[in-house]
């Protein structure tokens, strides 16, 4: 999951939402009588005899109601799938170049890489990272799990400057945006397990 | 807040002075870049209420199609009878019936909580602690921030149970103690609290509240 997902799901929550608003507004305007002139008599019945008609007397009807129902189908699905789209990078290239041959680096060997450097540390009993975004340019997501006796401050410091900079060596990149959710644990419950 | 007299004994309510390290602490949290970049990392996906709506939307456009491409065909899957529907929208049902309003309220009051989920920012999730590194974001899970000042809170001899739930401004401590005589024990949460909170280093000004309550056991 990315801030790309929250964009699609928020940006396709303000369409429908707008689209519902709109249109159940009008017919509310319509039904307490707020602009007769535009709308037409609140009184009136909803549909009129030759509405009724329409569809039989029209071959078109059915065949376009059919492909707007499709293309809303195909719209909805693809916003379905954009934002349950983890974007997880499964592979790096390590050769940018591709002419002489492809080089990739499978991304669960980086990012077990990372984790069991940091479930080594004594202060960290779990640690979970994910690569996300594109194979190029990646990012990390890490979930760390620290004793909750340890500083923080110290679980902290050897994240940041052992275990990233281990990474970045590794891939050869300067810079990987990385989000780091630190949960903390009770300290007996190793010994429990 | 002012000290008040329970049922169970008297709760110690003191105000919070604020972290130690307030002074120090100013000029990263006058930085807006990493605030703004946290809250942008932690803020509510509305990914549920998106999947939601995407699924009935799906449903409903597969559904109208396959029964609009049967009535195209001269067959309709099923028939809608011209006396449930099309008669009485003719006749009987009119702009201004108290159903048409009520529906087309309720429908406008979903579109308009759908916009207001889209809208609002909402809490974030975790968090987030400062971090030397610019490229790297820190958060705490709320409620795992709030176990975790528990659990620290308990280890104090005197304490019986915490529970400490942490909001966007302050983190509010629920103490008991066996102890009669608990002078001092609210202090003593606070400090340990406000001392591992500004250990964390959270990004946003956060103020320690202990409230402590005597427990007859």
Redesign the interface.
């Known amino acids: 999951?990315s801030?790309h997902?929250?964009h699609?799901?928020?940006?396709?929550?303000?369409i429908?939402?707008?689209?519902?608003?709109?249109?159940?507004?009008a017919?509310?305007a319509?039904?307490?009588?707020a602009s007769t002139s535009v709308l037409?008599?609140?009184?009136?019945?909803?549909?009129?005899?030759a509405q009724?008609q329409y569809?039989a007397k029209h071959?078109w009807v059915?065949?376009v109601?059919?492909?707007v129902?499709?293309?809303?189908?195909?719209?909805?699905?693809w916003?379905?799938a954009a934002?349950?789209s983890t974007k997880t990078v499964r592979s790096l290239p390590l050769e940018p170049e591709r002419v002489h041959g492809r080089t990739v680096l499978p991304a669960a060997a980086v990012t077990g890489a990372v984790t069991d450097e940091l479930e080594s540390y004594p202060t960290i009993r779990t640690a979970d990272a994910v690569l996300r975004g594109s194979a190029l340019r990646p990012g990390l997501n890490l979930a760390v799990t620290a004793e909750?006796r340890a500083?923080?401050?110290t679980v902290?410091?050897s994240i940041?400057t052992e275990a990233?900079p281990h990474m970045r060596e590794a891939l050869e990149m300067e810079?990987?945006?990385?989000?780091?959710?630190?949960?903390?644990s009770?300290a007996f419950d190793r010994h429990l397990a | 807040m002012s000290d008040t007299a329970g049922e169970h004994g008297p709760t110690l309510v003191i105000p919070a002075p604020g972290l130690p390290s307030l002074h120090a602490q100013a000029d990263v949290w006058s930085q807006p870049g990493a605030r703004r970049n946290a809250r942008r990392v932690f803020r509510p996906r509305r990914t549920i209420p998106g999947v939601i709506v995407a699924a009935v939307l799906a449903v409903a456009g597969i559904l109208g199609a396959i029964w609009a491409a049967s009535a195209a065909a001269g067959h309709p899957l099923w028939n809608v009878p011209y006396s449930d529907f099309a008669g009485p929208m003719q006749t009987t049902v009119h702009w201004s019936d108290t159903n048409v309003i009520a529906i087309s309220s309720a429908v406008a009051f979903v579109g308009f909580l759908l916009i207001l989920i889209a809208v609002l920012p909402g809490r974030t999730r975790a968090v987030p602690v400062a971090s030397r590194d610019t490229s790297v974001v820190i958060g705490v899970p709320r409620r795992n921030l709030g176990r975790s000042l528990g659990w620290l809170a308990e280890d104090i001899p005197g304490v019986d149970k915490a529970k400490v739930r942490a909001k966007r401004r302050f983190v509010m401590v629920r103490a008991t103690t066996p102890l009669r005589d608990a002078t001092g024990l609210a202090e003593q949460v606070h400090t340990v609290v406000a001392g591992r909170l500004a250990a964390l280093d959270p990004l946003w000004p956060t103020q320690v509240k202990v409230k402590l309550r005597r427990k007859e056991g």
């Open positions: 999951m801030r997902t929250a699609v799901s928020r940006t396709g929550l303000v429908v939402g707008l689209i519902l608003l709109l249109g159940a507004g017919v509310l319509r039904g307490l009588g037409g008599s609140s009184h009136a019945a909803m549909l009129t005899p009724v569809p071959s059915w065949p109601t059919a492909a129902c499709a293309v809303i189908a195909l719209l909805a699905l916003w379905l934002q349950t909750n500083d923080p401050a902290r410091t940041e990233l810079t990987i945006p990385t989000v780091l959710r630190l949960s903390f009770r």
